[in-house]
């Protein structure tokens, strides 16, 4: 096993990640972000894009789970599918990649296998793919993966439709049971409760993005839960 996903075991891992319709989107803003995820506790945090690694590797000495996203056409993958991707996210200051274990059809032709094998030997650093089912799960553990991660699942169309924040129990009951290496919860972590029950299930470590650095979807729950409140408020009893 890789120093560092030892050092993951038992932690949380924090997304720093903000798209471009965020008024955070960029790599100060991210900087800024992983920085006060440090400051609260958070060991490892996950990054997308050489801009940003690069950024948040000067603010910060934890780990980086870099990630690189980039839509190609004709294909639904999109985290880290090639090589280069991943190389320029390591090059940036990345100590492990996330890319798409889902076994999809990867750009440039390469297989799951193929791209791990290939960054193993040639970046040197640890590999954790996310998944959507068990059966992925295992096909990426067998093609060299360090970590499978519940990332995908709900996002698929073999995967589960899912609530909308709640992760998933199941897949990770599943995976603890069929794959050798450390399975990381990352997907709808809404509580700290949740995070617990992941630990006790047997999670490595669990990511969470949303729930933590994104003010637009933290505020949304918020307004939603009154807006449902007026609703019952509104509705007439039936006698």
């Known amino acids: 096993m890789f120093p560092v996903i030892s050092q993951l075991k038992g932690g949380l891992i924090v997304s720093c990640q903000a798209g471009p319709e965020s008024a955070l989107h960029g790599p100060a803003y991210m900087a800024a972000m992983a920085r006060e995820a440090e400051r609260g506790g958070a060991v490892a945090l996950r990054v997308d894009g050489p801009a940003d690694i690069e950024a948040v590797r000067k603010m910060t000495h934890l780990p980086i789970l870099g990630i690189n996203k ?19 996210a390591v090059a940036a200051g990345a100590d492990l990649l996330a890319m798409d274990g889902t076994g999809r059809p990867l750009p440039e032709g390469a297989t799951l296998a193929q791209l791990i094998g290939r960054i193993h030997r040639e970046l040197a650093v640890p590999v954790m793919a996310d998944v959507s089912t068990c059966d992925e799960g295992i096909a990426a553990a067998q093609a060299g993966a360090d970590i499978v991660a519940t990332t995908m699942s709900g996002y698929t169309p073999n995967s589960r439709k899912l609530l909308q924040h709640s992760p998933d129990f199941d897949l990770l009951r599943e995976l603890v049971v069929s794959v050798a290496v450390p399975v990381i919860v990352e997907g709808r972590v809404s509580t700290p409760e949740q995070l617990v029950q992941c630990f006790e299930m047997g999670a490595h470590a669990v990511c969470i993005g949303s729930a933590i650095t994104s003010p637009y979807s933290i505020t ?20």
């Open 70 to 88: 980039h839509k190609f056409e004709g294909f639904d993958p999109y985290i880290t599918v090639t090589f280069d991707l991943a190389r320029h």
């Open 220 to 239: 949304r729950r918020f307004v939603d839960a009154i807006s449902a409140m007026q609703g019952q408020i509104n509705t007439p009893h039936q006698s």
